[in-house]
T-cell receptor
Framework: DAKTTQPTSMDCAEGRAANLPCNHSTISGNEYVYWYRQIHSQGPQYIIH???NNETNEMASLIITEDRKSSTLILPHATLRDTAVYYC??????????????FGQGTTLQVKP | NAGVTQTPKFRILKIGQSMTLQCAQD?????MYWYRQDPGMGLKLIYYSVGAGITDKGEVPNGYNVSRSTTEDFPLRLELAAPSQTSVYFCASTTGQGSGGYTFGSGTRLTVV
């Protein structure tokens, strides 16, 4: 599975958009980009995933560059409850694979009042 | 629908003792995983299973054993506990089909003294 690189930490003002970048320059054509977050040592929570098209759900938007070598997770209106560690992970698509998620260090997002 | 249930939530073990961390899911997921998370670090994969009767090692399997006799349950066994196994343990599951998200349990906090 491809390796990801994320900034160690970021700050964001409450109510503003939080844009979290992720580099995955060695991603393969059959690998998805997943985003999870972990709030204060709770179990990780699924946010969103995508293959090559931009995706949006009730929590966030995921923008993947055309060459798929990087992506950005966007929290449109960050709240204090969004303070967490955010993990960007790539994994192989399709049944028959192991589905392993390999976590990196993630980005600690601090939302400030 | 309880999702992924882990027991116990907390446990203190003495060096050399053994114990089993329980993980159960009621979503009929084929794929299950055990992770550990040391303080300030990301999650490391210990063992995983792609179906009943099938298990395989992850990144950090030493000192642990698993079994998967049913689809629902995936217990993690610690033999001869060591202080290095002090950690928070998370269990996760997914369907394994396509690109579905993963559901994590709330974790077991283990201290070995």
């Amino acid at each position: 599975d491809a390796k990801t690189t994320q900034p160690t930490s970021m700050d964001c003002a409450e109510g503003r958009a939080a844009n979290l970048p992720c580099n995955h320059s060695t991603i393969s054509g059959n690998e998805y980009v997943y985003w999870y977050r972990q709030i204060h040592s709770q179990g990780p929570q699924y946010i969103i995933h995508g293959l090559k098209n931009n995706e949006t759900n009730e929590m966030a938007s995921l923008i993947i560059t055309e060459d798929r070598k990087s992506s950005t997770l966007i929290l449109p209106h960050a709240t204090l409850r969004d303070t967490a560690v955010y993990y960007c992970i790539v994994r192989v698509r399709g049944s028959g694979n192991t589905g392993k998620l390999i976590f990196g260090q993630g980005t600690t997002l601090q939302v400030k009042p | 629908n309880a999702g992924v249930t882990q027991t116990p939530k907390f446990r203190i073990l003495k060096i050399g003792q053994s114990m089993t961390l329980q993980c159960a899911q009621d979503m009929n997921h084929n794929y299950m995983y055990w992770y550990r998370q040391d303080p300030g670090m990301g999650l490391k994969l210990i063992y995983y299973s792609v179906g009943a009767g099938i298990t395989d090692k992850g990144e950090v399997p030493n000192g642990y054993n698993v079994s998967r006799s049913t689809t629902e349950d995936f217990p993690l066994r610690l033999e001869l506990a060591a202080p290095s196994q002090t950690s928070v343990y998370f269990c996760a599951s997914t369907t394994g089909q396509g690109s579905g998200g993963y559901t994590f349990g709330s974790g077991t906090r283990l201290t070995v003294v």
